[in-house]
């Protein structure tokens, strides 16, 4: 009996993630496990103009500015947020490019197991 036929359902996507692939994407997955930076990363995607200041995301929290700026470089290392310094202020923005890339994972897991369970 093959692999293929001892598995009691289809695999859940084309092929499973790379070693390098996987630990890339864990490192942004986990970032995202706080509620803070979740949060954080929506404020940022959510706004019309593509970027926000740093000033305006402190007053939504009841945390420190430091609290927040720990967080908001915790995104930018997982690779989520891009920022710059504009004299005082930072400003961040989404990372177009690596949300797309985690939602690619997501969706082709997400659409490959309903094709398996429908």
Do not use: N
């Not at 009691?8 to 499973?16: D, I, K, M, V, Y």
């Not at 891009?82 to 082709?108: I, K, Q």
């Amino acid at each position: 009996m093959s692999k293929q036929e001892a598995s009691c359902c289809e695999p859940l996507s084309e092929g499973p993630l790379a070693e390098q692939q996987a630990a890339e994407l864990s490192t942004m997955f986990k970032a995202l496990g706080d509620p803070v930076r979740l949060r954080l990363l929506s404020m940022i995607a959510s706004q019309p103009d593509g970027e926000v200041c740093v000033c305006e995301l402190t007053p939504a929290f009841d945390l420190s500015q430091p609290t927040i700026s720990h967080h908001l470089k915790l995104l930018r290392q997982a690779g989520l947020v891009d920022s710059e310094r504009r004299g005082t202020w930072v400003y961040y923005r989404v990372r177009p490019e690596t949300t797309d890339r985690m939602a690619a994972v997501l969706s082709s897991v997400s659409s490959e197991r309903r094709v398996v369970t429908a």
